[in-house]
């Protein structure tokens, strides 16, 4: 009998993965017309159905279903929340279909940072077994007869029962917790038998291998007691290398139910308290002035059947990514951008003409009067309302006119909508900061102009006026 060494190749599975990108693309217009607050108590709960991902907004303590909405690869999910931490959940799945990943990554929120750098140069603008012998038969014969029986065993590889129970734990419905029940059932049904094929067969082996080291010279019979030992071990080795090889397959198909039952385990005891429910990413921290991205990949599953039919496990591939956004949740949203005010400022002017002495006297040449102003920066704190095209804002605004800084405060209307750039219209008070004179005035004698200028110092104008102002394509 000769037993030749059996190669069974494996390789690796499929899997839904969490990843974190290096930048964040983000606009105060994304935050306003897409953003989704995630109040407290609610998490985001994630389906995938007919092989698209579908999200919704769930809240722990209710039990009312929700209707899930399609989630586009190419979309981001903005969520504002003032809960820590922001959690997704999503039903349990077979992780033969696809797996779960997550990773996270804290960037510098750039919508609050251009505001706060806006406001903050506003402020700074203002001024303040072959060969044995025949003899030797009849005390190896119990020998050989068991090597045929192990041989048989080793001929029933258990390749089409191990196909069977792959093919039925793929096929589970992991949406219900129903699915453990007929896990247990392929596990006693499929699985168990196969353990107990090859437990039968290494208990045959390890007969053997008794029978081998047990085997003791008889002189007066055989001679060749150290021949038979050499044979019969060297069988067994190649018996032990095509059984290796059939439990490396069977290992696999153990994995995947392990897996399983993980993933059963953790869907009956979730942090949340949510029944039936899998714990896919907590982000711990929602930091001030931060953005927290949370990349959502879809991935190839972790173990499969080949072309030949092997059971094989591989590593997952990216098939396919999700973006969610989170950032601290606030009721007034800032945003910066220039616009254009109409008003109505006086601005006095100052000259010099000469007396009866023929000295360089001071002048009131009059004012100057501005009704236009294009502001260089405007700063609106625009009120989160979501799923509104019209939004209210509080405004504050600032420039320099005429060489005079101007300061503005307001609010007004934010509009924005599919087929139109947005736009806003406000309305406030608008009051600039003027030169006049301090220990002159008009009539003294000057050396010239350069004694007025530097005679000059700034001097908050009031009343304040009305002011209309406009912005564009925000």
Avoid at 191 to 202: C, E, G, K, R, V
Avoid at 318 to 341: C, D, L, M, N, Q
Avoid at 387 to 414: A, E, K
Wanted: hydrophobic residues 40%; contains cysteine; proline residues 4%.
């Amino acid at each position: 009998m000769k037993f030749t060494n059996r190669i069974i190749r494996l390789g690796c599975s499929c899997a839904l993965m969490l990843c974190t990108s290096q930048s964040i693309a983000q606009t105060v217009t994304e935050i306003l017309s897409d953003g989704i607050r995630l109040k407290k108590d609610e998490y985001i709960f994630l389906k995938m159905k007919n092989g698209t991902l579908e999200y919704s907004i769930r809240d722990i303590n209710s039990t009312r279903n929700t209707f899930s909405m399609p989630w586009d690869k190419d979309v981001k999910l903005y969520i504002l929340s003032s809960q820590n931490p922001i959690t997704i959940l999503t039903e349990p799945n077979n992780p033969l279909q696809h797996l779960y990943h997550s990773e996270v990554t804290f960037t510098t929120d750039k919508t609050d940072s251009i505001a706060a750098n806006a406001i903050r140069d506003l402020l700074k603008s203002l001024p303040n077994p072959a060969g044995l012998l025949a003899s030797c038969t009849a005390l190896y014969g119990t020998m050989v007869s068991d090597i045929t029986s192990i041989n048989a065993s080793l001929s029933d590889n258990q390749r089409a029962e191990i196909v069977g129970a792959f093919k039925k734990l793929k096929a589970l419905d992991f949406s219900k917790s129903g699915v453990e029940a007929e896990l247990r059932k392929i596990e006693t049904d499929d699985i168990l038998p196969i353990a107990t094929h090859y437990n039968a067969l290494q208990t045959r082996i390890d007969n053997l291998k008794n029978q081998v080291v047990a085997y003791k010279q008889d002189v007066t019979t055989c001679q060749d007691a150290f021949i038979v030992k050499k044979v019969f071990g060297d069988v067994i080795k190649d018996v032990e290398i095509v059984k290796e090889a059939q439990l490396k397959r069977f290992a696999l198909l153990k994995k995947v139910a392990d897996d399983m039952n993980k993933i059963i385990g953790n869907a009956k005891n979730s942090t949340t308290g949510v029944p039936w429910i899998l714990d896919l990413s907590a982000v711990p921290v929602l930091k001030p002035a931060k953005v927290t991205q949370i990349d959502l990949s879809v991935l190839s599953p972790q173990f499969a059947l080949n072309d030949t039919n092997e059971l094989i496990e591989q590593s997952p591939k990216e098939k396919v990514k999700y973006t969610i956004i989170g950032k601290k949740f606030r009721r007034f949203v800032p945003e910066v951008s220039a616009g254009i005010a109409y008003t109505w400022i006086n601005f006095p002017k100052y000259g010099t003409e000469k007396n009866d002495n023929g000295e360089d006297v001071i002048t009131d040449a009059g004012n100057d009067v501005v009704k236009r102003l294009a502001i260089s920066t405007m700063v609106n704190f625009n009120y989160y309302a979501p799923n509104s095209q019209i939004l209210p804002f509080i405004q504050i605004g600032g420039g320099i006119t005429t060489g005079y800084p101007v300061l503005l405060l307001g609010g007004g209307l934010r509009f924005s909508g599919d087929g139109f750039p947005s736009f806003a219209v406000s309305c406030g008070m608008a009051s600039s900061w003027v030169k006049r004179l301090t220990s002159l005035k008009p009539g003294d004698v000057v050396t010239g102009t350069a004694e007025i200028e530097k005679d000059l110092k700034y001097e908050f104008n009031w009343p304040p006026k009305f002011y209309l102002g406009f912005q564009f394509q925000l």
